[in-house]
T-cell receptor, first 113, second 112 residues
Framework: DVKVTQSSRYLVKRTGEKVFLECVQD?????MFWYRQDPGLGLRLIYF???????EKGDIPEGYSVSREKKERFSLILESASTNQTSMYLC????????????FGSGTRLTVV | DAKTTQPNSMESNEEEPVHLPCNHS???????IHWYRQLPSQGPEYVIH???SNVNNRMASLAIAEDRKSSTLILHRATLRDAAVYYC?????????????FGAGTRLFVKA
């Protein structure tokens, strides 16, 4: 089974801190994604990457950046955390072609205080 | 981007079939219909997908309308472990970047 592993399950950070959320997948998937999930809003796409060193903005990229230096790893960076970035963050991966089924990680619940 | 519409919540009794509807009236010819479910405290997991024909797998069945503007996820015998949020989404067959819209989904409650 494909596994997508997010480094932290729960994280508490202070306003203004730089925050790194790490995601690793073990099945050589080309595409990787970062979503945030908030009550009543479903999943919203922050950034995605379809190849090493490639990235594309999703629907809500403001306040975030990403890094994909290796195929298996996709990092989400909050340059200066703010309280409105308190959320559940979900990483996903998929093959580059075909029907593009996603495999999700278990999520990181980030609280910014 | 094509969007889907689902009821906010549904309720079922254990051991009974459940039909979860989804409307996608703006679907295009290259959109696949996918269903995912999210159990409490977990990320979404893949359930089933289809293009035009009905599909069956060990988890569920997917019935797709002839005009593809709606679909129904069928759980043949609901169990307590099926209580989750179910998302119906459209994914374009593509080789590069793409956008997928996840709505709020349908929260399924299963009563013992």
């Amino acid at each position: 089974d494909v596994k997508v592993t997010q480094s932290s399950r729960y994280l508490v950070k202070r306003t203004g801190e730089k925050v790194f959320l790490e995601c690793v997948q073990d099945m050589d998937h080309e595409n990787m994604f970062w979503y945030r999930q908030d009550p009543g809003l479903g999943l919203r796409l922050i950034y995605f990457s379809y190849d090493v060193k490639m990235k594309e903005k999703g629907d809500i990229p403001e306040g975030y950046s990403v890094s994909r230096e290796k195929k298996e790893r996709f990092s989400l960076i909050l340059e200066s955390a703010s309280t409105n970035q308190t959320s559940m963050y979900l990483c996903a991966s998929s093959l580059g072609q075909g029907t593009l089924s996603y495999t999700f990680g278990s999520g990181t619940r980030l609280t910014v205080v | 981007d094509a969007k889907t519409t689902q009821p906010n919540s549904m309720e079922s009794n254990e051991e009974e079939p459940v039909h979860l509807p989804c409307n996608h009236s703006t679907i295009s010819g290259t959109d696949y219909i996918h269903w995912y479910r999210q159990l409490p405290s977990q990320g979404p997991e893949y359930v089933i997908h289809g293009l035009t024909s009905n599909v069956n797998n060990r988890m569920a069945s997917l019935a797709i309308a002839e005009d593809r503007k709606s679909s129904t996820l069928i759980l043949h015998r609901a169990t307590l472990r099926d209580a989750a949020v179910y998302y119906c989404i459209l994914i374009k067959r593509n080789t590069g970047g793409f956008k997928t819209i996840f709505g709020a989904g349908t929260r399924l409650f299963v009563k013992a």
